[in-house]
């Protein structure tokens, strides 16, 4: 029976307040049912000492729930602390709504990655906007103003006849809130396999920038101060099981009115931008906090937590838009485009003025206490009383048992062999082979999808898809500006997750620093299956394992980030697949290279070792459908090694593009593809076969293109930092890309490479 | 005394800081006006910036043609202050009536943002001045509404008096005629659905062939001063 | 209180890229012999009071100025309770 009293929603409602739930502590509540393990209502019990009031019991519900509180992952998040590189450059770390850093002239930037998968399979369209409108309020909140965005995305197997729903919904809805907000959108990825049909995955990432002096944080200190929610009216978005403590099961007048899919409302969010910046400009502000996952419970605890003192709300002055709603849903709700600010007395009045002169509604609520405690009234009734840190800090902590797949050294010695996967031998068949995997899902032309994004707003898009990082400029004065990008390669965790994990940050590392950029840290956003399958967990935490090794080895801490878990559908889960963001500082854009700007004669250098590493690879998905062995050595001094050559010569490098999927085959196609330029190549000096040179995908290599007579300069730098190059020929103006090798002339020209290239994913979308 | 050029900001608009840097880098002060006040501070033109004015809710541009700063604007146009409308800002003409016709969805029904190539057909309107007429520019388009219709006179009408301004070479939306700008009768305002002010720096776009519809206006405000 | 209904559709001659859209899907969906889709737009608008000329005049103007572009749409105004 429910401590609650049932009512209709056309009578008084009444509520559970603290006087009663101290004074009846055997009424049976729903804790299970909210998705709390009796051990943890017991420690609710115990803090409070009696039984939690419903209002409560749905605040640590929902703040003790894994999307909150992380508490399968937090024992092994730990190491991205115990691991952090020693680094001048990172002004807030993990903890914080998002990480900053310095980038150098007392300029501040802010980044983050955020998932927002499930969602995207339901509703795909909202799912990926509220994804965006999520995160841009997260950097906002830091005191930035939201500055670019990029999104990782992963669809299911190209063929399926699912898949264009969510991929039509998805991209309409990043593009569509994107580019509403005014958000220029300058890179990231899309991902088709078989493993995400069920459970795509929306990775959205945002970056801003401020000056050092206007980092603001999420507290709430200083006894009288305001507490003050603006932005959006609170309605019933995104409450899903909270309404089980409802009386909605009495209702008589229909279904539940109560939508899981949150709506967003762009417009809402530039609105908040422009007034929320307004605000940070006059100092208006104390402490700031964003709305997101568990709306009001979260913000009021998690600010009232990291303050001094204690909170008082009064709940039934929060704006509604719905007026049938209960303390408890209000307390849950998830409607977008809301932000809770704690403002000086002093203060409120011009606040207020900003607020309508933005036509956004804001209205006091409550204030900073000397207490110790957040406390909650309805309309003069005390409904929560807590100590924030139990709720918004010392969540539960799980120990999941984890261990290593037993299908796992299976799968790693199931290289991709010649006898395995038969190669091809002539130089027709090599050409073919290109041919198929430029016209692949995963490699082909993103046009039809990135030419929904705007790029241009803001004016300030130095580089945007398709090239390696998405580049903004900072300054305009003097130029300086930071270079992004945001990587994964699943099948590669799926063979290996701990070096898995360390090659998608290569890969984003070395995309940064093809640019002629320093990378500086770096941002995660960690995607798998079920924490409750042991191997799932091990994945997991060999992953993290991998990435906070690397993360000192590369001197890049990670400075947020975002774990999104029970990505699987039944007994399948996807492959382990933590994408990982590389912000990289530039002193002046105008440096900057991209892989335009060869001239013809320029020569090509391949600059790195390459080996026979195919597994996981493009080559043997695509021609062999086969996913098995060792997933490429990471070698990190390497990485560094080629960042810090190129780095140093930028003013002699015309073009680079680094080496990642599909290898050298593909990096040379997209050259000749993306200029009016063509490539004359030969692989009589190189150090492997054909077949090894074009297919492998063997990490910290980039193609580079210098004037002939800066070759020397640039072989040089290369062997005093320990790195092979290769002379492999020259810039021609015929566009087609032309490879001597012992098996033939491969010769491929532009337009044969385009056919396929250009049509494959508008044909998947036909 | 340089001429000084108001950029409208109304709720929503995202390209206006743009706009007012493109004014700045034609040779021209950029003063901001404010969408619900009345005070057009005796500015020598006007540009209505791109975005998503009240996020497009009704119609683009629908509501914001009714803001007080427009009825300002729409008073000063019918009197011969010139008016560039860059996007939004060529919807909220047409919803305004100081151009004809209408922007309706792209007819693939999928935002678009693109490198556009576009030809200048009209070389002598108060924002083309500085083109010559039949010069070919590569400038971003970006937009979902931007599929310029109107009925068979009118579109005969503005072709016999040469008030199509600007035509795409590809089109990229289904605009009728391919027309990507238009000009009023007395060739002071014109709406512009691609984005000149994204095209006045290789740097940050494609070209820099977006800078001349600003370095036009100046031009046009000298020679009446002169004149 | 009164209810106006006032319904705004794109003039018969516009493109309506929308209502092809919709029309291809439920063509797909196995709805056979669609002639045509048109799609339009429904205001219901609550006004507290009763509706007196003026006001039902003022409404008429705005529905033809504001709900719909008479450029592109047609509108119906509907007078319910």
């Keep these: ?766 | 005394m340089s001429a000084r050029i108001g950029v409208i900001t109304f709720p929503g608009s995202l390209d206006d800081s743009d706009a007012a840097r493109a004014v700045i880098a034609g040779g021209a002060a950029a003063v901001r006006l404010w969408h619900a006040d009345t005070d057009l501070q005796g500015v020598d033109a006007v540009v209505l910036p791109g975005g998503f004015s009240y996020g497009d809710y009704l119609r683009c541009g629908a509501i914001a043609r009714f803001a007080p700063m427009m009825g300002e604007v729409i008073e000063a146009a019918r009197d011969g202050l010139p008016v560039l409308g860059i996007c939004n800002g060529f919807q909220i003409l047409c919803e305004s009536g100081l151009l004809p016709g209408a922007l309706i969805r792209n007819n693939h029904l999928h935002f678009i943002c693109r490198d556009q190539r576009v030809r200048i057909e009209a070389g002598d309107t108060a924002w083309t001045a500085d083109f010559a007429a039949g010069q070919e520019i590569v400038i971003p388009v970006k937009n979902g509404e931007g599929g310029y219709v109107a009925d068979a006179r009118t579109l005969d009408m503005l072709q016999a008096e040469d008030r199509i301004v600007a035509r795409y070479q590809g089109n990229p939306n289904g605009s009728l005629r391919d027309i990507a700008a238009i000009t009023n009768e007395s060739r002071t305002v014109v709406g512009i659905m691609p984005h000149p002010e994204h095209a006045i720096d290789p740097l940050t776009g494609p070209t820099a062939d977006g800078l001349a519809f600003f370095t036009s206006i100046v031009t046009t405000l000298a020679a009446r001063v002169g004149a | 209180m009164a209810r106006i209904v006032v319904t705004v559709m794109l003039k018969p001659e516009i493109l309506d890229p929308q209502g092809t859209a919709v029309r291809g899907a439920l063509t797909r969906l196995g709805l056979g012999g669609v002639a045509d889709v048109r799609q339009g737009k429904r205001f219901v608008i609550d006004l507290e009071g009763a509706l007196d000329a003026d006001r039902e005049a003022l409404l008429t103007k705005l529905a033809g100025e504001l709900l719909a572009n008479p450029v592109i749409e047609d509108y119906q105004l509907q007078v319910e309770a």
Excluded at chain 1, 205 to 230: F, Q, T, W
Excluded at chain 1, 752 to 765: K, N, Q, R, T
Aim: include cysteine; charge should be negative.
């Design chain 1, 1 to 766: 029976m429910s401590g609650i009293e049932a009512t209709a929603i056309t009578s008084p409602r009444k509520v559970d307040t603290v006087e009663q739930a101290a004074t009846s502590p055997d009424v049976q509540q729903p804790w299970a049912e909210l998705g709390l393990k009796a051990d943890e209502y017991q420690r609710i019990r115990d803090i409070l000492g009696r039984r939690p009031t419903s209002a409560e019991l749905a605040m640590y519900s929902v703040m003790w729930s894994e999307h909150c509180s992380y508490k399968s992952s937090k024992v092994h998040l730990r190491q991205f602390g115990a691991k952090q590189p020693a680094t001048d450059a990172l002004l807030v770390g993990i903890g914080e709504n998002a990480g900053v850093v310095d980038i150098g002239d007392g300029w501040a930037v802010t980044f983050k990655v955020e998932s927002h998968n499930h969602p995207s399979f339901i509703e795909p369209y909202q799912g990926a906007a509220t994804g965006v409108g999520g995160i841009v309020r997260d950097i906002l909140a830091m005191g930035a103003r939201p500055l670019a965005v990029m999104d990782s995305l992963r669809f299911g197997a190209p063929e399926h006849p699912d898949t264009p729903r969510i991929v039509g919904g998805v991209v309409a809805g990043v593009g569509g809130y994107g580019n509403c907000l005014g958000l220029p959108n300058i890179g990231g990825e899309a991902v088709f396999d078989a493993c995400y049909q069920g459970n795509p995955l929306v990775n959205a990432l945002c970056v801003g920038a401020m000056r050092h002096e206007d980092i603001h944080l999420a507290k709430a200190s200083g006894v009288g101060n305001l507490v003050v929610p603006y932005g959006a009216r609170t309605g019933g978005d995104g409450i899903g099981g909270v309404s089980v403590l409802a009386s909605e099961t009495f209702d008589a007048t229909g279904p539940a009115k109560r939508p899981a899919v949150q709506v967003g409302d762009p417009f809402m969010e530039k609105l908040l931008i422009e007034s929320t910046l307004q605000m940070f400009k006059e100092h208006l502000v104390e402490g700031i906090q964003d709305l997101g996952g568990a709306g009001l419970s979260c913000a009021t605890s998690e600010l009232a937590s990291n303050g001094d003192g204690g909170m008082r709300i009064h709940l039934d002055r929060v704006p509604l838009r719905d007026a049938t709603l209960s303390p408890e849903e209000i307390l849950m709700s998830e409607s977008q485009e809301r932000m809770m600010a704690v403002v000086h007395p002093d203060n409120i009045e011009r606040v207020m003025q900003i607020c309508a002169h933005w036509d956004v509604t804001a209205t006091v609520v409550g204030e900073v206490t000397d207490g110790s405690n957040l406390q909650v009234f309805w309309h003069d009734e005390l409904v929560v009383d807590v100590p924030p840190r139990t709720v918004a800090h010392d969540g539960p902590v799980y120990e999941r048992p984890y261990h290593r797949p037993a299908w796992l050294d299976a799968r790693q010695a199931d290289e991709p062999t010649p006898q395995r996967c038969p190669r091809p031998g002539t130089a027709a068949e090599m050409s073919e082979h290109i041919l198929r995997l430029m016209s692949s899902a995963n490699l082909c032309d993103r046009e039809w999808l990135t030419s929904q994004y705007d790029r241009y707003v803001l004016g300030n898009t130095v580089a945007a898809m398709p090239h390696d990082s998405g580049v903004v400029r900072i300054d305009e004065a003097t130029g300086r500006g930071v270079a992004i990008s945001l990587d994964c390669n699943g099948r590669f965790g799926a063979l290996d997750p701990y070096a898995g994990a360390q090659l998608a940050l290569s890969e984003a590392y070395r995309n940064v620093a093809v640019s002629g950029a320093t990378p500086l840290a770096v941002t995660d956003c960690l995607n798998f299956g079920s924490p409750e399958d042991p191997e799932v967990m091990w994945q997991f935490a060999e992953a993290v394992r991998g990435l906070a090794d690397a993360c000192l080895t590369l001197g890049t801490p990670v400075t947020g980030g975002n774990v999104s878990l029970y990505n699987q559908t039944a007994q399948t889960a996807i492959h382990p697949t933590p994408v990982v963001g590389v912000l990289g500082v530039i002193d002046d854009v105008r440096t900057r290279i991209t892989m335009n700007g060869a001239r013809v004669g320029d020569a090509v250098l391949l600059i790195g070792r390459t080996r026979e590493e195919f597994a996981g690879g493009e080559w043997a998905h695509v021609i062999h459908g086969h996913l098995g062995g060792s997933a490429p050595a990471v070698d990190l001094p390497a990485e560094m090694a080629l960042a810090a050559v190129v780095r140093g010569h930028s003013r002699l490098i015309t073009s680079a593009h680094d080496l990642s999927d599909g290898g050298l085959a593909v990096a040379l196609a997209e050259l000749v593809l993306r200029n009016d330029y063509g490539v004359s190549a030969s692989f009589a000096d190189a150090e492997a076969d054909a077949f090894t040179m074009l297919f492998s995908e063997s990490v910290a290599r980039a193609v580079v293109t210098v004037a002939a007579h800066d070759v020397d300069a640039v072989r040089a730098a290369c062997e005093l930092a320990g790195l092979p190059s290769a002379l492999l020929g020259l810039i021609v103006a015929e566009q087609s890309l032309a490879i001597d090798t012992d098996a033939g002339r491969i010769h491929i020209t532009r337009e044969e490479l385009a056919v396929g290239w250009s049509g494959a994913l508008p044909a998947i979308m036909a």
